[in-house]
DNA sequence: TGACAATTCAGAGTAGGTCCTATTTACTGG
DNA sequence: CCAGTAAATAGGACCTACTCTGAATTGTCA
């Protein structure tokens, strides 16, 4: 939590119980959740606080750098506190995704041609596929 | 174009004006398009098809592997004919996907330890960061 | 402590689908 | 090359995940 208290007071941002606890629920939750997912989880702890808050919130904790906007696939918008060198395995079937760790994967950059005038943030390896969950429930085929 | 008809042929997808239609427009788009911006060039051509149509249609396209539903930021899937390995610069500030091609970053394979009884279809490098248009409009800070 | 800008809530509005059902259409065998 | 049938489409209702507006409230700094 000390890092969020640090990140506010550098862009500014003021602390209210909502964001600490939208910060909270995000760091404890291994998914990587949804607006709608911590709305309902602090919608427990403060019953007042509204969706648009919520996500408000969370846009505000990205451009602070607190937390990271991850790609999707489905319809939401996912967040993730995980802040660090990272990469992901994306299930095709059911659109979850996991987070693994491989540190040689960290050091791989862009090269000048390619990034160009693109201002690189981050890198990350992106493996698609099935996952065990989804592969054993699957046996039909298209249609 | 021959393409989409022998797939359509093997999976047993019957061949319409609206899916010949639909296909050929995300062909045409440069950009990753979203099922609704499809929609709305499509509609054009035959006035009475319906978002349903193309939204359905583009799900049984990426079942017939005919195209691919990319990872994106927003809320609104995003799909691409381009189905041969490729890498991805995505704009964290207009939420933009473009495509690079850089062969080394095709080679890349996530390790047994990693994948496990992941089944792997596609390994892609996304490259986050602003892009050279946004980068120029952006002089404010956070908030 | 008091002023005030930042933040929140409530409710309405919007984007991007998804589901249902009746009707129409493309493919198959005769 | 025509009829039967399964697949596909249109239209409309419905749904999820935000996003906006405006008024009320609250954290922060002097």
Redesign the pocket.
Known sequence: MDLFYQT??EH????????EQ?YKEICRSAKHP???QVYRAVKRR?S??????????L??FVKAGLVISVESY?????YDPNVQPHHHLHCTECGGIMDFEYRPFDRITAPAQVAGDFEVSRTRVVVSGICANCKKKQKRKV?
Chains 1, 2 share one sequence.
């Open positions: 506010c007071r500014g941002l003021k602390i209210t119980p909502q964001r939208i949804t607006a709608d403060i007042s606080i509204t969706l648009d808050t919520v996500s408000r919130t846009h505000l489905g319809t939401a918008r996912r249609r």
